[in-house]
């Protein structure tokens, strides 16, 4: 009778320590932008892709890696990392650590044919300060693999056309990739009844360049807020839903979203489609 009681007793608290097991590891924090640290930095962050090796005659294995490192321990970091192929989603991953400065992302994929591959990552840190302040650090780091698997020559890769074969591939490659992102694009404006001659347009796999240079008119300092909560609703808006979408079906089907940044500097629009749900996500700037 007592053991019978003890079961009672133990299997609610199981379940309980399971259940929050559970939403523990399939939860995790969303990116919040805050006010840009002055005093932090990152030591290193770098996305990698290579071409590993012929797994058949028919397919091949690209390697797909990213690093950030932090000058020192942060209370929260995460980092984010989409991978397209001719303009087509292909993956994405996110990794998420507490009191850590160094977080890597590691993972292999299977491709057919000749490709081009872009990778973009979000590295994002917070710095919680005794006094109840928190800031935040951010870097986005690129890279890009031209793949080259033809029947009248030897898998290959490049990153950048040194040769005229290379060149050629790498001419062919972006143009194809252009022509679908121009189509899936153009459908998102007609759909949302986008004005183009209002905005500035820039692929999400472009977004590295403002690591360095501001928006048009706006000063570096500004230009980082408007980028960081540009990344808050990417990850809450897109990044989330792929992922949910990921895990209900084997199949995704999304295109690089473009970010229209509106030249009366108003707000930004973020058009982007899964599975063929058209979606737009539009964010005013603060008031600087």
């Not at 929050?20 to 990116?31: G, M, R």
Request: charged share 25%.
């Amino acid at each position: 009778m007592k053991k019978r009681l003890l079961m009672l007793a133990i299997v609610p608290v199981l379940c309980i320590g399971i259940f929050i097991y559970i939403w523990q590891t399939s939860t995790s924090p969303a990116i919040t932008y805050f006010e840009e640290d002055k005093e932090t930095n990152y030591h290193k962050t770098s996305t990698y892709l290579k071409l590993l090796s012929e797994e058949s005659r028919d397919s091949y294995e690209v390697g797909w890696n990213s690093q950030s490192v932090s000058e020192r321990e942060l209370y929260l970091r995460q980092d984010v990392s989409l991978l397209f192929h001719n303009g087509r989603l292909r993956g994405v991953k996110s990794k998420w650590k507490e009191n850590a400065s160094t977080i890597k992302l590691k993972e292999k994929v299977t491709g057919e044919d000749s490709n081009y591959y872009q990778a973009i990552t979000y590295h994002h840190g917070e710095v919680h300060y005794p006094d109840d302040r928190i800031t935040s650090i951010q870097q986005m780091s690129y890279d890009q693999l031209y793949v080259i698997d033809s029947p009248n020559t030897a898998l290959r890769s490049f990153k950048k056309a040194e040769s005229d074969f290379e060149y050629e591939w790498k001419r062919l490659l972006r143009h194809t990739t252009q022509q679908q992102l121009a189509y899936s694009w153009n459908q998102l404006m007609e759909h949302f009844q986008v004005d183009k001659s209002s905005y500035r347009a820039v692929p999400l796999t472009a977004l590295k360049r403002f690591n360095q240079e501001a928006l048009p008119s706006f000063t570096p300092a500004q230009t980082n807020q408007i980028i960081g909560q540009l990344w808050e609703g990417l990850y809450k808006n897109y990044i989330i839903p792929l992922v949910t979408s990921k895990s209900k079906s084997e199949t995704l089907t999304s295109y690089t979203p473009v970010i229209l940044f509106d030249k009366q500097k108003t707000h930004l629009m973020v058009l982007y489609e899964i599975n063929g749900e058209k979606k737009r996500l539009i964010q005013k700037y603060p008031a600087f």
